[in-house]
């Protein structure tokens, strides 16, 4: 049985950033876009907002699993490489 802790806060990406595998883990980097970048001139800035560290059996399995999840409901990951995005 799984028991939920609701005082853990939900955390929002735009994106994975960066993919890293150090020490036997899988080190995934998220990031958020942000209105106003201290870059003068640039009117948004990817910043980099959490990091998760999982071993890599359990990267294995979310992978996996997330991607079960995702066609079961008509959203295959392989779409937007075949629109032109490339994977990192």
């Keep these: 049985m799984i ?9 929002f990406a735009d ?8 020490n036997q ?8 876009v942000r209105p106003e970048s201290p870059v003068v001139g640039m009117k948004e800035a990817l910043v980099a907002t959490g990091r998760l560290i999982m071993p890599i059996a359990g990267a294995q399995r ?3 699993v997330l991607h079960d999840y995702l066609m079961k409901r008509g ?7 075949r629109d032109g995005e490339t994977p990192q």
């Design 75 to 81: 959203l295959d990951p392989s779409a937007s490489i």
């Design 25 to 32: 883990t899988i080190r995934i980097t998220f990031a958020t």
């Design 3 to 11: 028991i939920g802790d609701f005082s853990i806060p939900d955390v």
């Design 15 to 22: 994106d994975a950033i960066t993919f890293d595998l150090v």
């Design 62 to 64: 979310l992978s996996l």
